[in-house]
């Protein structure tokens, strides 16, 4: 089988990547607009710290567990509120992890194939990628919302993976959260653990290697998929 291009998909190398917390830093639009909805319902609003802590499952999720730490459950409007206000505001004040913007177009000159998969909804993620820019880079995106799965199942990466034109022994996954380690493990995929973002060291654990930076990632990457 072979690409446009003319090459074997079995000689494309693919580099999947988490979002949040991997590429970009999230948090302050992710807070902003958790703390509008916090205030909307008269609780106390979370610091930074705090809500990096929660993301990664996506935004059910997300507002399950900061109305849990406020001994709450969320109302039957809340995740439809925090997605419509996120969404709109997704990339404020968002912002690249340093390294980004030269990283990934050269992976792209040496052939690799990059795409997104991300437990963020499709429609917010596409929305901050084209925003910073990134959007051109990415040969697909697959979003929490994007299949009937998503991580840590395996499937959403599998899926992301074939938007993208790649298969799993050419292919590598990297992100910040336990989730992405557990769904790469799963596809049968090794995954680089990004140490920046907002995943405790613990949640490295079957990882294959550790990255420092996003230069460090590309270059454990080149290591793991040689051409």
């Given at each position: ?218 270059a454990i990457a080149r290591r793991l998929l040689?051409d």
């Amino acid at each position: 089988m072979t690409d446009v291009r003319g090459l074997s998909v079995a000689s494309v190398r693919v580099l999947v990547l988490d979002l949040d917390g991997t590429l970009v830093d999230t948090v302050p639009d992710l807070a902003a607009a958790l703390n509008r909805l916090m205030a909307s319902r008269g609780l106390k609003p979370f610091d930074f710290t705090s809500t990096a802590a929660m993301v990664g499952d996506g935004v059910a999720r997300l507002v399950e567990k900061a109305f849990a730490a406020r001994g709450l459950v969320p109302d039957a409007a809340a995740v439809a509120e925090f997605s419509q206000d996120y969404a709109a505001h997704a990339a404020v004040d968002s912002r690249l992890f340093p390294g980004v913007v030269e990283a990934l177009p050269d992976l792209i000159a040496e052939g690799w194939r990059l795409a997104v998969c991300t437990n963020k909804p499709e429609g917010a993620a596409r929305h901050l990628l084209d925003a910073l820019g990134l959007s051109p880079l990415m040969a697909a995106v697959g979003g929490g919302d994007s299949f009937p799965v998503r991580k840590p199942d395996p499937a959403h990466l599998l899926a992301t993976l074939a938007a993208a034109g790649g298969e799993a022994a050419r292919a590598v996954m990297a992100g910040d959260h336990a989730n992405d380690v557990v769904a790469a493990r799963g596809a049968g995929l090794p995954c680089i653990f990004a140490a920046w973002g907002y995943g405790p060291p613990a949640m490295a654990k079957g990882a294959v290697a550790v990255a420092r930076d996003i230069a460090d990632m590309a270059a454990i990457a080149r290591r793991l998929l040689p051409d």
